[in-house]
């Protein structure tokens, strides 16, 4: 096993905070993780070359190690009559919270600015890169591997972590499909099937010879010491710490988080991707009739998931969790990772 690349981070805490896209992973958060001896990342998804430009030089400034994580393309291209059905299906969303819904507006098919992040990281390299949703095209690979990161793909099943590995990634984010928020699913309309999280771990080791990071549903103690027994060289945690005092988590979301009774589920009614989030109003109402299509969905469905932040108003939001929710404490980062390494 070539544990050695994870090693060399010199990590003393090996419980990382995953990456957050969409405003619940922060800077502070990622430098929380790192100084309670762990690793954090700045989610680079949905911001500017520009904005990651700046969070690198400001987190590069503490002088600990972090790392950067890319939605790397892997396009899924919306029907463009079934993205105006379904906007003209929620638009009643966007009347009640007086939001104009352009239905036929033609679909945003972006790649998330990839090229220009690329960019941003090989003239400020960091020490670790991620990617999820693809696997980068072999020539970014290798320019990120000059900047000599140690470059991570989020895995969902042992078929993407041989192609990960084939691609020539140093480690893996090997994660289960109970995680929060979205899959990295390769195959996003044939979502992982359920697995648990140290089987699907186990599997992955059979598979190759790569470091593995896991996560999913990882809330406990318990659940963190029996990733590593499966063969995790380290864990990554993102639904425990969306309650963390660093975590940038709006107040609705927090709330509902807070609820025990809700429940979660694989929904693309947000963004036209698989993504786990609480049960709401919103996800019982659209899930079903949702088409596939990212980022076409993210972008249609924007202005109503702002103004529902805005208004606290949780039904209409997406509440990205992992099943693991009612573990998530509102206690500083540094000690919800702590605690979740305490049986290691
Ligand atoms: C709010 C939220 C945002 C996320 N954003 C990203 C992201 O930008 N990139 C990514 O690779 N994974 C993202 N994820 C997935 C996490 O990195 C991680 O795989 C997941 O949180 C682990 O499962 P857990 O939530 O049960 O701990 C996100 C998860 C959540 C909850």
């Known amino acids: 096993m070539r544990s050695e690349p994870v090693r060399d981070l010199g990590l003393t805490l090996p419980v990382l905070a995953a990456p957050m896209a969409g405003g619940a992973g922060t800077p502070a958060l990622v ?12 989610a680079a998804g949905y911001r500017t070359p ?16 972090f790392g950067v994580n890319l939605f790397a393309p892997n396009p899924l291209p919306v029907d463009p009559a079934a ?21 036929a507006a033609p679909p945003v098919e972006d790649d998330d600015g990839w090229q220009g992040k690329v960019d941003v990281l090989r003239a400020q ?28 793909q ?7 972590a041989r192609a990960a590995a084939e691609a020539g990634v140093d480690a893996l984010a090997v994660q289960a499909p109970v995680a929060g928020g979205h899959s990295g699913t390769l195959t996003p309309t044939r979502p992982p099937a359920d697995i648990a999280l140290d089987d699907l771990v186990a599997a992955v080791r059979h ?3 790569l470091p593995v990071i896991a996560c999913g549903g990882l809330a406990t103690p318990e659940a963190v010491a029996a990733a590593v027994r499966a063969g995790a060289q380290a864990v990554a945690v993102g639904t425990a710490l969306l309650r963390s005092d660093e975590a940038g988590t709006s107040a609705a979301h927090r709330a509902a988080l807070a609820e025990p009774d809700r429940t979660t589920v ?12 609480l049960r709401n109003a919103f996800t019982d109402r659209y899930g079903p009739a949702a088409p596939y299509g990212y980022p076409a969905l993210h972008h249609l469905t924007g202005p109503i998931r702002r103004a529902a932040a805005a208004a606290g108003d949780a039904e209409r939001l997406h ?19 702590r605690r979740l390494a305490d049986q290691l």
């Open 31 to 42: 430098e929380a993780a790192a100084r309670a001896g762990g690793l954090g990342f700045l």
């Open 50 to 65: 520009q904005q990651l430009a700046e969070q690198i030089t400001a987190t590069a400034a503490t002088g600990l190690p």
């Open 83 to 103: 993205l105006r059905r379904y906007a003209e299906l929620i638009a009643v969303e966007a009347d009640r919270l007086g939001v104009a819904l352009d239905t």
């Open 125 to 152: 390299p960091v020490p670790v890169v991620s990617f999820a949703f693809g696997i980068p095209p072999r020539a970014d690979l290798a320019a990120l591997r000059r900047t000599g990161a140690l470059l991570v």
């Open 154 to 160: 989020t895995v969902t099943t042992a078929a993407e």
């Open 207 to 209: 598979a190759v010879d």
């Open 266 to 277: 694989l929904t693309r009614a947000f963004t036209g991707r698989p993504a786990r989030a």
């Open 319 to 337: 509440l990205w969790a992992g099943t693991g929710f009612r573990h998530a404490a509102a206690q500083p980062a540094a000690v919800i990772l």
